[in-house]
Each structure stands twice: as C-alpha cells, then as structure tokens.
C-alpha cells in the first residue's frame, strides 16, 4: 500500500469516527429536480471538520491533480472550498 492509499485510507476512518460518513437512504439535492431518483446510500458530511482533515483531503486532491492540466489548488477558508486553477 503506498502513502497516498494509506492517507485515503486514515481520511475515511476518521471521517466515520466524526460521525460523518452515515449509511442509509437519503434523499439529495438532485431529488428536488429528480424526485424518481434513487436514494443515496451513503451521505458523506464534508461540514465543520478539523482543519488537519482539510489538510489531507487537499493533500490527497494535489496527489490527483499532479497529473492534470492544472497548476494550483486554491482553499476559500470560509467556505473551505477546494478548487482546482
């Protein structure tokens, strides 16, 4: 298992230790438009996390975009909004 997996990994046990990750069936924003559409079940709450869990999730998007067309990832902190420029 190299780094970036066993960082994949960490993130989503910590996120399911915050009590972010929920299975189930749960309705989403596209149900408004699409009320036939199937229920997600899984529902992943990216909302009010540590900082050092934003960190890695930035870090695990630069590992992805490395090999992409773009040259920055830009991080609005008070949206904590990733964005690859």
């Known amino acids: ?3 970036g997996e066993i960082k994949k990994e960490k993130l989503a046990l910590d996120l399911f230790g915050l009590g972010k990750i929920k299975f189930g069936a749960f309705k989403l924003k ?3 438009k699409n009320p036939d559409a199937p229920l997600s079940p899984i ?3 990216l909302r009010n996390l540590p900082d050092e869990i934003y960190q890695t999730i930035a870090e ?3 590992e992805i975009l490395k090999n992409e067309k773009y040259g920055y990832l830009c991080f609005f902190v008070y949206f904590k909004l990733f964005l690859p420029l």
């Open 43 to 45: 529902y992943i709450d």
């Open 1 to 3: 298992m190299y780094f």
């Open 30 to 32: 596209l149900h408004e």
């Open 60 to 62: 695990l998007m630069a």
